[in-house]
């Protein structure tokens, strides 16, 4: 449910302290159980310490079997737990609260980026690629200190009145107490590679990255999407949301007019991240609803940020169709997501999905577009005006840059005769 649901005024106003913890589990690893919802509160000789973490392990296993061989206890089945009780058995051997942190975090291979509250001070952290975004803010309130915010994204910030100072860097500690914030740089060879789909969809539009807000890289991704791809038609629409700024940069690109032909029920979330694929497709019939005055014997171009399994896809080009489109044209404003992600985004087995072994031709047929067009992979690149190479994009290549064990590529990946070249 909506944090809105748990946490209310009345119930905030009474919770001692001064710093807090808190996260929104978006679960792929670990069943969704509450035991494993986060933060993961362990108790060291210097007292509790609260982990939130945004990312995903990929040496979870030995990180696991190192802290049994140190008789360490499981509550949950996450490895944000595995983190936390790192940091605590590095705390219990007798090292302060920096010290264990960046002792731990050396332990650790994959995404995460942390927010760690603890009796002294609070931490923030990213791993040494920042495959994850974390950010910082300023609270600043007349007659008081400054306070600091950490939040995943900037649009956390806004919310509650901070704003933004910057980014934690890849590889970057900081750590913040009634002194201040002060920075550990704890890696010596750091190499950002932020996950290009936090851009493209994950992250909100309103956040920013680079120096803008992710709406106007969108926007960019669109206009490529139109060079790359026009095609004629009447219409330019967008999925509801992620698809409507990238939608309203085809249709500024390529003259062709922006519409609304899909209304979203807004008390409806995301169904690209309910836990099962029943649930998904209930909550697609849910959430959209036809403009059929807007769509009747109209070319439709429909924009949407990505194809995972096609099952949303196939059922919106049915709605269009019934709501009386002449034809339905299908642009993406992603290339083909053909690799299973391994750093804290649920993109399912490879198997699952549809561009790992299917042509666009035949994508096309199965989803029952008119035609079908995706974004080169260096379109997408070139329009987020920064270094390419800093950015991770293995959902569309299998190019991994934090090495995947060979166990789990075993547990998610397919064999090579059966991909498509």
């Known amino acids: 449910g909506l944090v809105s649901q748990v946490f209310n005024e009345s119930l905030l106003k009474k919770l001692p302290g001064y710093l807090a913890i808190g996260h929104t589990r978006y679960s792929t690893t670990g069943s969704s159980l509450v035991v494993n919802a986060q933060p993961a509160v362990i108790k060291t000789r210097l007292g509790?310490?609260?982990?939130?973490?945004?990312?995903?392990?990929?040496n979870a296993e030995e990180l696991r079997a190192e802290l049994i061989k140190r008789h360490c206890d499981f509550i949950t089945t996450t490895d944000s737990e595995m983190i936390a009780i790192a940091i605590a058995s590095e705390v219990d051997k007798g090292k302060d609260w920096l010290e264990a942190a960046i002792s731990a975090f050396q332990m650790c291979s994959g995404a995460y980026s942390l927010t760690i509250g603890t009796p002294v001070g609070m931490m923030g952290a990213r791993d040494p690629n920042g495959i994850r975004p974390l950010v910082i803010g300023i609270l600043k309130e007349?007659?008081?200190?400054?306070?600091?915010?950490?939040?995943?994204?900037?649009?956390?910030l806004d919310i509650i009145g901070a704003q933004y100072l910057r980014d934690v860097e890849p590889g970057e500690?900081?750590?913040?107490?009634?002194?201040?914030?002060?920075?550990?740089?704890?890696?010596?060879?750091?190499q950002r590679k932020l996950c290009i789909f936090e851009m493209i969809y994950f992250a909100r539009p309103d956040s920013i990255m680079h120096g803008e807000t992710l709406y106007r890289y969108r926007l960019r991704l669109g206009g490529q999407l139109?060079?790359?791809?026009?095609?004629?038609?009447?219409?330019?629409?967008?999925?509801?949301?992620s698809g409507i700024p990238a939608a309203i940069g085809f249709s500024?690109?390529?003259?062709?007019?922006?519409?609304?032909?899909?209304?979203?029920?807004?008390?409806?979330g995301r169904t690209f991240i309910q836990p099962t694929q029943?649930?998904?497709?209930?909550?697609?019939?849910?959430?959209?609803?036809?403009?059929?005055?807007v769509l009747q014997d109209k070319r439709i171009i429909i924009v949407d940020d990505s194809i995972v399994r096609g099952t949303t896809s196939l059922k919106i080009v049915r709605a269009l169709r019934e709501a009386g489109a002449k034809e339905v044209h299908m642009r993406i404003s992603s290339p083909p997501v053909t690799h299973p992600c391994f750093y804290g985004i649920d993109t399912d087995n490879q198997n699952?999905?549809?561009?790992?072994?299917?042509?666009?031709?035949?994508?096309?047929?199965?989803?029952?577009?008119?035609?079908?067009?995706?974004?080169?992979?260096?379109g997408m690149l070139d329009v987020t005006q920064?270094?390419?190479?800093?950015f991770c994009s293995a959902c569309f290549t299998g190019d991994y840059p934090v090495k995947i064990p060979d166990v789990i590529k075993q547990s998610k990946l397919i064999l090579e005769d059966t991909k498509v070249k």
């Not at 007659?143 to 956390?156: D, F, K, M, Q």
């Not at 500690?173 to 750091?190: C, M, N, R, Y």
């Not at 139109?226 to 949301?241: H, I, N, Q, T, Y």
């Open 173 to 190: 500690l900081v750590w913040i107490t009634d002194e201040g914030l002060a920075s550990f740089h704890w890696t010596q060879k750091p």
């Open 226 to 241: 139109a060079k790359e791809s026009f095609v004629d038609a009447d219409l330019v629409m967008g999925v509801p949301d």
């Open 278 to 293: 029943h649930m998904r497709e209930h909550g697609i019939r849910m959430k959209l609803n036809t403009l059929k005055d």
């Open 48 to 58: 509790n310490l609260a982990l939130a973490h945004n990312g995903n392990l990929v």
């Open 352 to 378: 699952q999905l549809i561009a790992a072994t299917k042509s666009v031709q035949e994508i096309a047929n199965q989803i029952e577009v008119d035609t079908l067009a995706y974004l080169s992979w260096q």
């Open 252 to 268: 500024r690109a390529s003259g062709i007019p922006y519409g609304e032909g899909l209304i979203k029920n807004r008390y409806v």
């Open 386 to 390: 920064e270094d390419t190479n800093s």
């Open 142 to 156: 007349e007659g008081n200190p400054i306070r600091y915010v950490l939040s995943s994204e900037t649009c956390g």
